[in-house]
């Protein structure tokens, strides 16, 4: 059974600093791996898809990376900013056919970015 | 072009009742799938629709139900409520139940059981 881990559950960061956010899962047989922020209360916004045979993922300040051998992903945040607090999701899409929309979900990390 | 959208965002059941939450999918998406969210459990898979047909389900009790209409609407369905129910209900719509299709999420039915 797929389980999915994120490290830390909490940060705290002050505006301008750059962060990493982590991201393990138990199995490798994954087909891609997808990061969400999601605003309380609120639904999920997709911010970064990356397919198992891509090693990285970029838009804007965002950059995600996943290494599926070590069965770790990160999410880097560049000069984080106020609007970026949120909690940040990671969910895995598995290998076998059929299942891409059983999404596994990590536990989250809430970030609160500080002025 | 409008985001997924769900209805009602807002319900209170008491114990025993059913409840329909409805979905309606970004327009061109046909696969719906069903999560629900709760402070103990984090998000898990419902289940999942395509072409008005169950493609996946989670491990939940058969008092959760779903359809799809051939708009791709969906709806799910939980009958007699428990107290653990009480959940943020979340519907994402994609292109296709491919692998390359990110999914796209409403903001939620938050239901609560007394």
């Known amino acids: 059974k797929q389980e999915v881990t994120q490290i830390p559950a909490a940060l705290s960061v002050p505006e301008g600093e750059n962060l990493v956010l982590n991201c393990s899962f138990t199995?490798?047989?994954?087909?891609?791996l997808q990061w969400f922020r999601q605003d309380p209360g609120k639904g999920l916004t997709s911010l970064l898809l990356i397919q198992s045979s891509q090693r990285e993922q970029t838009s804007g300040r965002l950059n995600a990376s996943l290494d599926k051998s070590s069965g770790r992903s990160t999410l880097y945040i560049a000069a984080s900013q106020p609007g970026d607090s949120a909690t940040y999701l990671c969910a895995v899409s598995p290998l076998m056919a059929g299942t891409a929309s059983k999404l596994t979900f990590g536990t989250g990390t809430r970030l609160q970015v500080t002025l | 072009k409008a985001g997924v959208t769900q209805t009602p965002r807002y319900l209170i059941k008491t114990r025993g009742q059913q409840v329909t939450l409805s979905c309606s999918p970004i327009?061109?998406?046909?696969?719906v799938s069903w999560y629900q969210q709760t402070p103990g459990q984090g998000l898990q898979f419902l289940f999942e629709y395509f072409s008005e047909t169950q493609r996946n389900k989670g491990n939940f009790p058969g008092r959760f139900s779903g359809r799809q209409f051939s708009n791709s609407r969906s709806e799910m369905n939980v009958s007699t409520l428990e107290l653990g129910d009480s959940a943020l209900y979340l519907c994402?719509?994609?292109?296709?139940?491919?692998?390359?299709?990110?999914?796209?999420f409403g903001p939620g039915t938050r239901l609560t059981v007394l």
């Open positions: 199995d490798s047989a994954i087909y891609n």
């Open positions: 994402a719509s994609s292109l296709e139940p491919d692998r390359t299709s990110p999914q796209y």
């Open positions: 327009s061109g998406h046909r696969s």
